[in-house]
């Protein structure tokens, strides 16, 4: 036990920035609110002078005021921060999800502070290792519709792979149903995978999506290790985002892992309030060990914007202490017409989530993906 | 390992109501898109007939078209919940979640699937009988501003609970930093708790915050009823509902659990996309097993109505198979000036959090608390 009572405050502070909407004057009351509601959550007249007020109330470090909405930097000290996503999670935006015009656009941890967090075990370099594959865009395909019985998605992960794909994941949609147990199909699917991979001599990784409570989602990655999964998907917001963590520093499962936004969208569904979708598809899941993060890309139908894009890659690549770099994964029904556009917009280091369509290309699905993959590597040049 | 092969649907579908915004021919557009996106989430033309498209797919059971938006009853196989949080969830909003102008409005399910959901292990019968207070509001003060010490915190649970509260809770702020560890807090509360009782002759329960990881979070609950704390303080926003969900059926913890809004309120801080309030603060907290759920009271600065208030009051009380009734717990820096309200509002099934500006009052806190009981023995009658 910590002794309480002689304890001093590093003065290390971490930061986060919120958009706050309205009028100056109604953004800087906004702020002060986030100040008090992210920390102590009381009426002023009940906090002490001394340590409380001076080191654990947030605080206004930054604003720039502008005309619809502004900008707040505030601070709060890394002793609030528990080492864990839910306490990190609860200082960045607990209470203040619940009032409107207040959006997290973003996080800054003192690198003394990110100790706490070894973030992805293999990141872009580590994933790249594994397959090989030093540099260009990498190719995902997706084993669905949900329904499909084990040995028919065992099929399609065994033509992907042929067909020259660089990893097969499973559809977020297949838990552990009657007609699709878990088990059945991860063990079909790895092995369909590692039949495909002794065929062409390269090395697609098949990932497992792994859900259900905390116990049963450790089991289960442990049995896909153990059947010859390459790597879990990962939902964060089914789950919680310590889960993810958890699964990403566990010694024994060891797997990279593909985290996908499910249940996420009400966090960016909404200009002024919610998240940044670079916070929430780009910071958390890197902070939480994905060594990649999957996101709905612009103009597929889904609230977020080519500046957004671009703000999530930054936040899955930039220099952030001692996290690894880890892949931005666009996904949008996407085929042959949209390599090009993703090729130039991300350059050398994305992951590309092919669109299903591909299943009813009328080369057959084999010589479909190898055409996909010749597509990529000639607009990756 | 089930029989995939030999699966037969039983022909059950659970319902979800979805609030579609637009247009009615926009609204039945994204109807389909959601029974697709929830289910299969695949292009038409790869979704074989059979099966798939006659059972798993989402069907669309009522439409009731209106100006600016309609209301959508879907229905999904019961054969797609696993009995766990994370894939209710995920059918319920996992990939609609990402698309603005749809509002998860109601969760339906049938009585038969209801079994794997055992839900409150207490409800407000229990926690009532736990109390002994068999009729009447119950009054739960809480525990800040964090920062104070644990003796000065514990001092505050000795009072709030010699002035006659019902129960005192932590402030959700409360999690394990280094200024008030988790072990010397908890211990100090329920001992300064149980001391009260021993005067008073009441049964004040002391509800202690747990968070963390999952194992850490168990490992606190187990903790805090050693202690002798008598229940627990549990967001699900920031753990995950299934984190909820094991603390609620554990048989080694057993205590009633709260459970608190923070990180939710991105779902209903927009009026046509998310959820409703009801959903989220009523039929998930109660379904996970929550006996109590704290939301935030309508008139305080939140985004919630009168009428949400009263649809989540009603969430959490009407009949739903054997899951037992829980209590709606209003909070929102209330004081006296609120009670007749709240009491005339709710009736006697209420758990009202009693502002912290009660520390403040003239008359002294334990006095203080004295009077409000009083003020809600008066108003309940």
């Known amino acids: 036990m910590a002794d309480a009572a002689s304890f001093q405050f590093s003065g290390q502070r971490f930061t986060v920035e919120y958009r706050l909407s309205g009028t100056e004057a109604e953004a800087r009351t906004k702020a002060a609110l986030v100040c008090n509601d992210q920390t102590v959550e009381a009426p002023d007249k009940i906090i002490p002078t001394g340590m409380i007020r001076e080191q654990i109330l947030g605080r206004v470090e930054r604003f720039t005021a502008a005309t619809a909405s502004s900008l707040a930097t505030l601070s709060y000290p890394v002793e609030l921060l528990g080492g864990d996503c839910a306490q990190l999670l609860h200082v960045l935006f607990g209470i203040s999800s619940l009032r409107p015009g207040i959006r997290v656009e973003r996080l800054e941890i003192p690198e003394a502070a990110l100790r706490d967090w070894p973030g992805p075990r293999f990141g872009r370099n580590g994933l790249r290792d594994l397959m090989d594959i030093p540099v260009r865009p990498l190719v995902c395909g997706v084993l669905k519709p949900l329904g ?103 010694d024994a499962v060891t797997l990279p892992i593909l985290s ?116 990529v590597a000639r607009s990756a040049q």
Chains 1, 2 share one sequence.
């Open 148 to 250: 499909l019985p084990p040995a028919a998605l065992a099929d399609l992960a065994y033509q992907f792979a042929l067909g020259g794909l660089d990893l097969v994941k499973d559809d977020q949609g297949l838990a552990d149903q009657p007609f699709g147990p878990f088990e059945e199909r991860v063990a079909r699917c790895a092995e369909a995978v590692a039949k495909a991979n002794r065929e062409t001599g390269r090395r697609c990784l098949y990932l497992a999506h792994v859900t259900g409570r905390w116990e049963t989602m450790k089991q289960r990655a442990l049995y896909a290790k153990r059947a010859g999964a390459g790597g879990l998907l990962v939902c964060p917001g089914l789950a919680g985002f310590d889960a993810l963590r958890d699964l990403a520093m566990d």
């Open 260 to 375: 996908h936004p499910a249940l996420l969208g009400s966090f960016i569904t909404q200009p002024d309030s919610g998240m940044a979708p670079a916070c929430v598809f780009g910071q958390l899941p890197r902070l939480a060990g994905a060594d990649a993060s999957l996101y709905p890309i612009y103009h597929a139908g889904f609230p977020v914007t080519r500046d957004d894009c671009r703000a999530i890659a930054k936040a899955c690549g930039e220099a952030w202490g001692g996290l690894k770099p880890i892949f931005p994964t666009a996904a949008g029904r996407m085929g042959f017409e949209r390599v090009l556009e993703m090729c130039e917009f991300y350059g050398q280091d994305l992951l590309f989530i092919v669109g299903s369509s591909i299943q009813q290309h009328r080369a057959g699905l084999v010589k479909a993906c190898r055409l996909f993959m010749d597509e």
